[in-house]
């Protein structure tokens, strides 16, 4: 049989030092979730991933005298990951009033208010516009907001423009 061993007991300065250093390393790991937290979305946004570009006519032309568009360009992407995700949209309280469309066989294919582009549009950058639903009568000015949405790893990386629809 074995002697049994009496419990050890941690004396008082040993057991303030543990505490001590437990305060410091909780101290620590709290000031490095806030840095984390508040740095790494603006290293990942800061990258400029997401671009959108005017086309070389930034004002807004006037289509068959009836709406006015604005043709965009998205700058193409060299360090896309295979499981990258990209979008187009519009959002904001004037969405509704516009609509995105490519261009498909020698015309402009109405696309709605949200495109998910392909893995290779987004590598290679898309030509798209955005147009009035009618002939900005309604005495709605306000610009359209177009957001690029490029997904790859924590956080999106996101690029808004504003659009004047209104014809000059």
Same mark, same amino acid.
């Given at each position: 049989?074995?002697?049994?061993?009496?419990?050890?007991?941690?004396?008082?300065?040993?057991?303030?030092?543990?505490?001590?250093?437990?305060?410091?390393?909780?101290? #620590?790991?709290?000031?490095?979730?806030?840095?984390?937290? =508040?740095?790494?979305?603006?290293?990942?946004?800061?990258?400029?991933?997401?671009?959108?570009?005017?086309?070389?006519?930034?004002?807004?032309?006037?289509?068959?005298?009836?709406?006015?568009?604005?043709?965009?360009? =998205?700058?193409?992407?060299? !360090?896309? $990951?295979?499981?990258?995700?990209?979008?187009?949209?519009?959002?904001?309280?004037?969405?509704?009033?516009?609509?995105?469309?490519?261009?498909?066989?020698?015309?402009? #294919?109405?696309?709605? @208010?949200?495109?998910?582009?392909?893995? =290779?549009?987004?590598?290679? $950058? #898309?030509?798209?516009?955005?147009?009035?639903?009618? !002939?900005?009568?309604? $005495?709605?000015?306000?610009?359209?907001?177009?957001?690029?949405?490029?997904?790859?790893?924590?956080?999106? @990386?996101?690029?808004?423009?504003?659009?004047?629809? =209104?014809?000059?």
């Amino acid at each position: 049989m074995s002697p049994s061993r009496a419990p050890q007991v941690v004396a008082a300065a040993r057991a303030r030092r543990n505490l001590v250093l437990g305060g410091i390393a909780l101290a #620590v790991a709290v000031v490095v979730s806030v840095v984390v937290v =508040t740095a790494v979305p603006l290293g990942l946004r800061g990258q400029g991933v997401a671009q959108i570009q005017a086309a070389p006519e930034p004002r807004a032309t006037v289509d068959a005298g009836v709406r006015a568009v604005a043709d965009l360009r =998205t700058a193409p992407i060299a !360090s896309l $990951g295979a499981d990258a995700t990209a979008t187009l949209e519009l959002v904001g309280d004037s969405a509704g009033r516009a609509r995105l469309a490519l261009p498909r066989n020698e015309g402009w #294919v109405d696309a709605g @208010d949200r495109i998910a582009l392909s893995r =290779t549009d987004a590598a290679d $950058g #898309v030509v798209f516009r955005v147009s009035a639903r009618d !002939s900005q009568q309604d $005495g709605h000015r306000e610009p359209v907001i177009v957001r690029l949405t490029v997904s790859q790893g924590l956080l999106p @990386d996101i690029a808004d423009l504003e659009v004047d629809l =209104t014809p000059s």
